[in-house]
């Protein structure tokens, strides 16, 4: 069997990969050169991919990469991983599922399979994509080719999670769509959890990430609170998870970061307003977690001021710029926030962060690009007059940093188990 992954990042990257490991010949599709260059040489990308991982796809010739849509004619299958972003007015931006719909549609074999993963609101697949699908290739959904929608529980630096073992919800357009749907994934993926239809698949993955903005909302919203009545949160949750059932933990944080959690909800949002529902629980998540950083950006504000310095002309290092530790994704990183709240304020902000050694330049924060992180060494860390642990990296030496800072706001309870003295710790 042969597929074409399309989209290969942190979603189509390691499904491409474990698509070949299973003995699938697999076409890599991306818009990108740089990417296409570098797999077909046998290089990774993402920290968490090492090279040797894609050389052994690539060099027996089962996983290639391409940029020619052309390519789409030589497989049964298509599988789409593109982004799925909100746009400024943070409305859902579908145009890459589209874009790539319009690409692949003139090639489209009959009888092949195309299966959308990326994250979007119910009715992409079996409205937005089919139209575009059928418009381009003259062929219609069903009867000619199969439609499905299937979505990502990629869970990236989490070195437990494999993509052959985390179980694949699929739903198709068709009953008979389900069935193609379901073999083709049967090649690479243990188990496979069949639903009625498209929209039930695509709901099912919103319900997911709604579940854990929501969760994160609600312990950022009690660490602010217990906080005000001298009760500590992390203890809290670390007491409370000893239940043995009803409860599952979630972790307060400086704020909502990647590609997932602070965007999906709002697809739904969006959609929802068609039919006339509000989605309060969303909003209000959301309202939350996007209000951690200013919280954070306060606690700093006490921290300095008990050292009777202002935020205005104190130099800070803001620690971990990706989103979540162990990563180098700082999409949607609150990080970015917290420099530029601490910049506005009048502090002067570097970072460290041992995987993003630059800023990438990005549409979001063209200012920070080209910045590097501050070496990891005494003299380099000990001037700063306070530290701010955004991200918690396994691969930072917080024994080190208790030593050597002599003033830290941590977001993440890294610090609890390191020897500190009175005062040098702010929890936010
Ligand atoms: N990253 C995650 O942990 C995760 C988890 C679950 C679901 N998702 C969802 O999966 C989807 C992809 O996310 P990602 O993190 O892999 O994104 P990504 O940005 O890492 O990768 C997307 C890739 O698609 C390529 N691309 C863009 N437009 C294209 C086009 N028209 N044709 C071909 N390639 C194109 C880009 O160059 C990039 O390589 C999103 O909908 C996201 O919400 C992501």
Known sequence: ??????????????????????????????????????????????????????????????????????????????????????????????SFILQTGRSIAPHLAKGAVVVLESTTYPGTTDEDLREVLEAGSGRKAGTDFHLAFSPEREDPGNPNSQVASIPKVVGGYSPAC???????????????????????????????????????????????????????????IQAAKTKPFGFMPFYPGPGLGGHCIPIDPFYLTWKAR???????????????????????????????????????????????????????????????????????????????????????????????????SVAWEQKSISPFDLVLIATNHASVNYEELGAWAPLIVDTRNVMATVSTKPGQIWKA
């Open 1 to 94: 069997m042969k597929i074409a992954i399309v989209g290969l990042g942190y979603v189509g990257l390691p499904l491409s990969l474990q698509f070949s490991r299973s003995g699938v010949g697999v076409i890599g599709l991306d818009v990108d050169p740089v990417k296409v260059k570098a797999l077909n040489e046998g290089r990774s990308y993402i920290k968490h991919i090492p090279d040797e991982a894609i050389a052994e796809q690539i060099k027996p010739g089962r996983f290639s990469a391409s940029t020619d849509f052309n390519r789409i004619q030589e497989v049964e299958a298509i599988i789409i991983c593109v982004p799925t972003p909100l746009n400024k007015n943070r409305e859902p931006d579908i």
């Open 178 to 236: 389900l069935e193609k749907a379901m073999a083709v994934y049967g090649h690479a993926i243990k188990n496979l959890v069949p639903v009625s239809s498209c929209r039930v698949a695509e709901a099912t993955k919103l319900l997911e990430n709604t579940f854990r903005s929501v969760n994160i909302a609600l312990v950022n919203e009690l660490k602010v609170v217990y906080s005000a009545m001298g009760i500590d949160v992390w203890e809290v």
């Open 274 to 372: 068609e039919y006339g529902q509000n989605t309060r629980f969303i909003e209000l998540a959301g309202e939350i977690n996007t209000s951690m950083p200013e919280y954070v950006v306060h606690r700093v504000g006490d921290a300095l001021n008990s050292r009777k310095k202002a935020l205005n002309g104190s130099s800070i290092l803001v620690l971990g710029l990706a989103y979540k530790p162990n990563v180098d994704d700082d999409r949607e990183s609150p990080s970015y926030v917290l420099m530029e709240m601490l910049s506005k304020r009048g502090a002067e902000v570097s970072y460290h962060d041992p995987y993003v050694p630059v800023i990438k330049l990005t549409r979001e924060h063209p200012h920070w690009a080209g910045r590097k």
